[in-house]
């Protein structure tokens, strides 16, 4: 399981993915990576929220949510994986 700061950070990217449809992304959250694929995806995950959310005052819940999941992602080997998702 990734683990938030906060309740509401993880019902938010919860909220965020199945609003964007991402079973697998709700998955991930529970089980958390085993792959660099699943970094990858998480990632992406991250982008598609932050633009789907730019109209929204939710930039606290965007910084907690990316500290959970680069902290996670890094935590299990695959820091690189995500780091190659990072928008130039």
Do not use: K
């Not at 309740?7 to 991402?22: K, M």
Request: hydrophobic share 40%; with cysteine; net charge negative.
């Amino acid at each position: 399981m990734i683990e938030f700061r906060n309740e509401r950070a993880r019902q938010f990217v919860a909220e965020q993915a199945q609003n964007l449809g991402d079973t697998r992304a709700l998955q991930l959250l529970e089980t958390g990576v085993q792959s660099p694929d699943d970094a990858t995806h998480l990632a992406r995950l991250y982008w598609a929220i932050v633009d789907a959310t730019l109209d929204q005052d939710v930039e606290y819940l965007l910084e907690q949510t990316y500290s959970a999941l680069h902290i996670h992602c890094g935590n299990n080997g695959f820091d690189s994986a995500w780091e190659q998702e990072i928008p130039q």
